[in-house]
């Protein structure tokens, strides 16, 4: 079993071989590299779809329109953003939003799975499309899938899977909204039931091409100096 600051070393790890990742074409047009943020030993974590400009921009997820509904949504169920942990499949932007494409799904995957890993949250929300076809493997889609939970494996780590809505397809359509607020309200049900038995040993974390640089996040009163520009890495990495 690893300890909580092993885990939390490991994740910065991971955290700069992807700023760094230069895996699939996305590299070449992304500002910046949108790796996730939120409570390292998060129990809740939500998986979206690909980051959006304003993702680019601040290197954080889900600070939109969408995100601000994400936000709404948690205050309802009496939590934060730092109380959960927030990915999406891809780390970069796709350019003018377009849909991710396989090769770059393929090429994030081992981002996804390293952060599940080491997170290790009981219960995992899928927000849409998507992350709900790649984290099970199958092509149903979500409208038949949502509010639906079930006990996956995924990786090493065995989950709760509960499939979501995306905030941003219930932005305009009330009666997507109703059924996201809907399912939404039944994640504490889930939390309370406490992660699923796990798999007997532990695979160790795939290895991935690039070396990982020494890396230390500024504290809470911003710590060591960064590049202008640069987003608050502490909260990319959930440090809280």
């Known amino acids: 079993m690893r300890t909580a600051t092993e885990r939390r070393e490991l994740l910065k790890g991971v955290y700069e071989q992807a700023r ?12 910046t590299v949108v790796f996730g943020s939120g409570h390292a030993d998060a129990e809740l974590m939500f998986v979206g779809e690909a980051p959006g400009a304003n993702e680019d921009r601040m290197g954080l997820p889900f600070v939109g329109q969408a995100g601000k ?27 003018d939003n377009r849909d991710p494409h396989p090769n770059e799904i393929e090429s994030c995957q081992p981002y996804l799975r390293q952060q599940i890993e080491l ?3 009981a ?5 849409g499309n998507f992350s709900t076809k790649l984290l099970r493997g199958e092509t149903i889609g979500i409208s038949r899938l949502h509010g639906r ?24 359509t009330p009666s997507t909204l109703e059924a996201l607020r809907r399912d939404f309200h ?7 039931l406490g992660a699923p038995e796990q798999p007997q040993g532990l695979e160790p974390i795939p290895e991935l091409e690039e070396p990982v640089p020494e890396f230390e996040p500024p504290g ?4 060591p100096e960064r590049a202008a520009g640069e987003p608050e890495r502490a909260a990319q990495l959930g440090l809280f």
């Open 149 to 172: 939970e079930e006990v996956r494996e995924i990786g090493s780590r065995t989950v709760r899977l509960y499939p979501l809505y995306h905030p941003a397809a219930a932005l305009y």
């Open 69 to 95: 509904l994400l936000d709404k949504l948690l205050g309802e169920i009496g939590m934060t953003r730092q109380d959960v942990f927030v990915v999406n499949t891809i780390k970069c932007r796709p350019p």
């Open 20 to 31: 760094n990742c230069v895996r699939c074409p996305l590299h070449q047009t992304r500002t």
């Open 119 to 121: 997170v290790e949250p």
């Open 186 to 192: 039944r994640i504490p049900e889930l939390l309370a």
């Open 123 to 127: 219960v995992i929300c899928t927000l």
């Open 220 to 223: 809470p009163d911003g710590g």
